[in-house]
């Protein structure tokens, strides 16, 4: 191990020469860092207007109750009426649809 004798006499010059190594070496890794920093890309998103187009739909669909007030109204007025008909054999037909669908008949 070969010891350096010319610096025994001064030792805070090592201990400058070391800081000074340091701070050169923290300062070319930030400038690599910033370096790095601008090459890289930002992340976007954007929107397709087919997307937006069906958020705004999806929001006026949860808004709405999904009834058909007007259609209510009329069926409710041809009842008090006695206007409404109702057609058996269709409203038979339906049910057994459904059941068929409901419990896997067919």
């Given at each position: 191990?070969?010891i350096?004798?010319n610096n025994?006499q001064?030792?805070?010059?090592?201990?400058?020469?070391?800081?000074?190594?340091?701070?050169q070496?923290?300062?070319?890794?930030?400038?690599?860092?910033?370096?790095q920093?601008?090459?890289?890309?930002?992340?976007?998103?954007?929107?397709t207007p087919?997307?937006?187009?069906?958020?705004k739909?999806?929001?006026?669909?949860?808004?709405s109750?999904?009834?058909d007030?007007e259609?209510v109204?009329?069926?409710?007025q041809a009842?008090?009426e006695?206007?409404?008909?109702?057609?058996?054999?269709?409203?038979?037909r339906r049910i057994?649809?459904?059941?068929?669908?409901?419990?896997?008949?067919?």
């Amino acid at each position: 191990m070969a010891i350096n004798i010319n610096n025994l006499q001064n030792p805070t010059q090592v201990k400058t020469d070391k800081v000074e190594q340091n701070a050169q070496r923290q300062q070319a890794a930030v400038q690599q860092n910033a370096s790095q920093a601008a090459n890289q890309k930002q992340d976007s998103v954007s929107i397709t207007p087919q997307a937006q187009q069906f958020a705004k739909l999806t929001e006026k669909a949860g808004n709405s109750s999904g009834i058909d007030q007007e259609k209510v109204d009329k069926i409710k007025q041809a009842i008090a009426e006695g206007k409404y008909k109702i057609n058996v054999e269709q409203l038979a037909r339906r049910i057994v649809q459904f059941e068929s669908e409901l419990f896997g008949k067919k």
